[in-house]
């Protein structure tokens, strides 16, 4: 399987890159039926809205409070695997989780590798990195193998291929695998498991992710709808689970209402198809399993998002999709737009811990703060209170401390004295005056491009005559008395 091309390198910048998929009347279209689709499932998922949002207030509590206990959780989740003979591995950065990964397959001497569906080995860019040393990843997730076919990285987190429609996966399948092109999804999927079904044996190492990893009896949860997690994790010998430090939580009690609300939120199921409980590797009196189950838990600026108690909340997220599938902006643009792994709302929050606010300037302005995403979010995060948030660290000084990293990129010395002209102008009456009858008599000077602002709108003109001019002609007007 041939390595992606990084969007980045496609077209430079969010701002090309959305102004490209604008001009994209099949991509446009694409998403448009998708999101509309999936926001009605989310609402016929959830009837009553007083158990709707008795559920996301409960789901919460739940994630808020496994956060506030996170290294104690940790550490129990880690001594709980290890005794059900897991081995567990830390890593602080992706480069540190794929050498992890390498050497438990460089160990066993593994040279094929089929995966399941994982955010995190997205983050790592694992299949490219294992390409880089001779080892063949294949993605079975139907989704995920489609955009391997072609190149690309997901545009969904729970629908990586949701950018093409039938048609293209058709024209895919002929170009790549040699099949006869048919738009019937049904054949389509018969194609592809056909092809995924003689690796999952052939497999010397099986890749998962993780959806909540329960510290009290030391269980990895997954919940899919194909199989092929399944598939992933207990065909071939040797399992590696990889998964964010962020998806501990303390008991499986805690896990029910959480699995409702992911499920629910996501695709408007009530439950997935599989729900996947692992505890450990195959004992000796089991027919089936792998020998070996792995553990990595990755960092990889998850600590920088847990010190800050405002932007903490960015770590409750159970990855559902549903702020992407509402946001206005995602739906226009896409998810490759924003050149990263977590696109739509979810992703401006996320991805600047990770891969620092000075590499996605453009992301926490990219949002009209409708304020959609925060209503569906099935853990309540305020996702346009921390973009605000975000706003604000864009354009602090970048020489000051920082509380997110890679802050102040979007600082502007002149932009910083402009604004404290302005409030000198409104906090002096006197200047405010003077300015205000100098704005009305000049007005013909006013600057006919504004920046960015007026690619799209008029450029502001001052009144001929202000408020208050206009008030004191008419009190003249009426003998001192107002009409």
């Known amino acids: 399987m041939s390595q992606r091309i990084p969007v980045t390198e496609l077209t430079p910048g969010f701002r090309g890159r959305a102004e490209e998929a604008l001009t994209d009347g099949q991509l446009r279209n694409n998403f448009r039926v998708a999101m509309d689709s999936l926001m009605t499932k989310r609402a016929n998922a959830f009837p009553d809205a007083d158990e709707r949002e008795g559920l996301r207030e409960l789901g919460n509590r739940l994630k808020a409070g496994a956060l506030s206990r996170l290294p104690d959780l940790l550490e129990q989740l880690e001594k709980?695997?290890?005794?059900?003979g897991v081995k567990v591995h830390w890593a602080e950065t992706v480069e540190e989780a794929n050498e992890l990964v390498h050497g438990i397959i460089e160990a066993r001497k593994g040279s094929q590798v089929v995966k399941g569906k994982s955010m995190v080995s997205e983050e790592m860019e694992m299949n490219d990195y294992l390409a880089e040393r001779g080892i063949e990843c294949l993605e079975s997730d139907m989704g995920e193998y489609i955009v391997q076919l072609d190149n690309e990285k997901p545009s969904h987190i729970i629908m990586p291929a949701i950018h093409k429609n039938a048609r293209q996966v058709s024209k895919l399948f002929h170009d790549k695998l040699g099949e006869p092109e048919t738009e019937d999804v049904n054949q389509l999927i018969q194609i592809g498991r056909r092809t995924l079904r003689r690796k999952f044996m052939d497999a010397d190492v099986g890749v998962s992710g993780v959806n909540f990893a329960i510290a009290e009896t030391g269980t990895l949860l997954l919940v899919e709808n194909e199989g092929n997690g399944r598939m992933s994790t207990t065909a071939p010998p040797v399992h590696i689970a990889v998964t964010g430090i962020e998806k501990v939580v303390p008991n499986l009690r805690d896990v029910v209402p959480l699995v409702s609300l992911l499920t629910r939120s996501a695709l408007g199921q009530p439950i997935t198809t599989y729900v996947n409980l692992i505890s450990g590797p195959r004992k000796p009196d089991e027919l089936d399993g792998p020998e070996e189950v792995h553990l990595v838990l990755l960092d990889n600026g998850r600590t920088g998002a847990f010190a800050d108690a405002q932007m903490r909340q960015t770590l409750n997220c159970i990855r559902c999709g549903a702020c992407m599938n509402h946001c206005p902006v995602y739906t226009r643009v896409g998810g490759h737009t924003y050149g990263e792994v977590y696109p739509g709302p979810i992703g401006k929050i996320i991805t600047p811990h990770m891969a620092g606010l000075d590499k996605v300037p453009d992301h926490p302005s990219a949002s009209s703060l409708c304020g959609a995403c925060g209503e569906v979010c099935p853990v309540k995060i305020p996702i346009p209170e921390l973009l605000q948030r975000l706003r604000q660290e864009n354009v602090k000084?970048?020489?000051?401390?920082?509380?997110?990293?890679?802050?102040?990129?979007?600082?502007?010395?002149?932009e910083r004295w402009i604004w404290r002209g302005w409030q000198m102008l409104n906090t002096r009456p006197a200047l405010y005056r003077s300015f205000l009858w100098a704005a009305?008599?000049?007005?013909?000077?006013a600057p006919k491009k504004a920046g960015p602002w007026t690619e799209n709108h008029s450029a502001p003109v001052p009144a001929r005559r202000s408020l208050h001019d206009l008030a004191a002609r008419h009190l003249d007007q009426n003998g001192g008395r107002p009409s």
Not at 440 to 445: N, S
Request: charged residues 30%; aromatic residues 6%.
């Open 397 to 414: 000084d970048p020489e000051q401390p920082q509380q997110v990293k890679g802050g102040g990129a979007k600082y502007s010395r002149t």
């Open 80 to 84: 709980k695997l290890t005794e059900n």
């Open 440 to 445: 009305t008599r000049f007005r013909a000077l």
